[in-house]
């Protein structure tokens, strides 16, 4: 049995009348919507129904799934304390979710549950939910500040989770849209909050969910949303088979965007296997015939960086030398650092100050590989999030001893720090390190020195080669 029905719906507790109290009145499309969608999970008889919430407990690199044999929730924080819930958990379809995660070293299980209660993100759902069909189970699963990749990877494994089982199963999305959609709104407003809801109300109701990975992170941020990350993983967990999408409705009338769409599976379709798709066409687009170099207008320090990070992330093999680099990557000695981000965010970062091989070409290679698999930060990049990094490189100059903080620059100068055996380095020019005094800082923590420990400083500059804006 796989995945029999999805709903994507919001979440505002005003919407139940014991708390909307009459505001509710003015919700009325959407409240029609719910119903709708009630009556179809009714239809449809799930032994179990997984939701997805922005609002239960949420880590920045752990999806947290429902522990326990059940959980209790009221609306007593929204006035209504009368409208309660008492929920059992289907804890063998939790189990072998955690297990499938566990095989695939994936960061998803039932550890850290900081508080059990059920939140409004959950409950709202199940408001609409109880009052027409009550005999199912429920796995709650919050979201994570990992990328959209992860997110449909962890819908993924739950379809695969739901299919062991045997399940009949339901997953409802839920998730406000934009909150700044008036002036008037909790947010205020922003151009890019109705844009937000335009776009994702025509991607949803085309059941494109290929096109969920097109949001920009930062786009989504001044959008205010709060729902995307839980529709990319009901796009995983609807992955491969086709999709009727039903759109049923939209309403922006509060300043916050309420969207309900219905999606009802169908038979398999290895077309709509979205994140496997996109990821072998970024390798064909990205990966060039032997040496694997990428031709897109990046200089050559990115172009065998990036060829080496994808070459090594797809098929875990190290990347020789290739001919035809600029003169200077063969003859000259450097430290170097290879950066790489996922939308935005730091996903891995490891360099030498000084050269640790025969030529700037090999450290490059070396560092790239350990930026993508060795940066004790981040668990090892995968093959589905490719398309989505951005590499850049630093080289380095030779260290210069320097007698006092005086003679740096926070944006011309990188620093060393050094007490003992203990060194902690800091490139230059990053944002949000403004000062000489927050650069020392983060260098010594970095390297695990105290605040009020003396160092020895030095200090170096480096040349920057990233990917030109236009051709991101």
Request: include cysteine.
């Amino acid at each position: 049995m796989a995945i029999v029905g999805a709903f994507m719906v919001p979440h505002p507790p005003m919407i139940v009348p014991a708390v909307g109290q009459g505001s509710e009145a003015q919700v009325a499309e959407t409240t029609r919507a719910y119903e709708r969608v009630a009556e179809e999970i009714a239809s449809l008889a799930p032994d179990t129904i997984v939701i997805t919430s922005p609002h239960t407990v949420m880590y920045e690199d752990y999806f947290h799934i429902s522990s326990g044999k059940g959980a209790r929730g009221s609306f007593a924080r929204f006035g209504a304390p009368q409208v309660h819930f008492e929920e059992e958990y289907d804890t063998e379809l939790v189990q072998t979710l955690c297990h499938i995660a566990d095989r695939k070293d994936f960061p998803a299980g039932t550890l850290g549950e900081r508080d059990p209660a059920l939140d409004h993100g959950t409950m709202v759902p199940l408001y609409f939910i109880r009052q027409k069909y009550e005999g199912f189970r429920l796995v709650r699963i919050g979201l994570s500040g990992l990328p959209l990749t992860g997110h449909y990877q962890l819908g993924c494994m739950i379809r695969e989770a739901v299919t062991e089982t045997g399940r009949r199963t339901v997953l409802v999305a839920s998730g406000d849209l934009s909150h700044k959609l008036q002036d008037y709104g909790p947010y205020g407003f922003s151009p890019e909050g109705p844009e937000y809801d335009r776009r994702i109300m025509d991607v949803c109701g085309r059941a494109a969910f290929g096109e969920l990975f097109d949001f920009d992170e930062d786009f989504c941020e001044k959008a205010a949303e709060c729902g995307h990350r839980s529709f990319v993983i009901m796009a995983g967990a609807l992955d491969g088979v086709k999709v009727h999408a039903e759109r049923l409705s939209h309403q922006d009338v509060t300043g916050v965007g309420y969207g309900i769409c219905i999606f009802r599976p169908g038979e398999e379709d290895p077309e709509r296997r979205f994140l496997q798709n996109r990821t072998r066409q970024a390798l064909q687009d990205l990966t060039g015939p032997a040496e694997g170099l990428i031709d897109r207008g990046d200089d050559d320090y990115v172009k065998l960086a990036k060829a080496t990070v994808y070459h090594y992330v797809s098929q875990r093999k190290t990347i020789p030398v290739p001919e035809g680099l600029s003169p200077e990557m063969y003859t000259q000695r450097a430290g170097a650092f290879v950066s790489i981000h996922e939308r935005g965010r730091l996903r891995g970062c490891i360099g030498t100050f000084l050269p640790t091989t025969d030529c700037i070409a090999e450290e490059i290679i070396q560092n790239g590989i350990s930026a993508a698999s060795r940066d004790p930060r981040f668990r090892p990049i995968e093959s589905e999030e490719l398309p989505d990094l951005e590499i850049s490189v630093d080289i380095l100059s030779a260290p210069e001893d320097i007698g006092s903080p005086e003679m740096l620059d926070p944006k011309r100068y990188g620093v060393i720090v050094s007490s003992g055996r203990r060194r902690g380095l800091l490139l230059p020019d990053l944002e949000g390190v403004d000062t000489v005094e927050e650069q020392i800082g983060i260098a010594k923590q970095k390297a695990g020195i105290r605040e009020e420990e003396a160092v020895s400083l030095q200090r170096f500059e480096v040349v920057r080669h990233e990917t030109r804006p236009s051709e991101k």
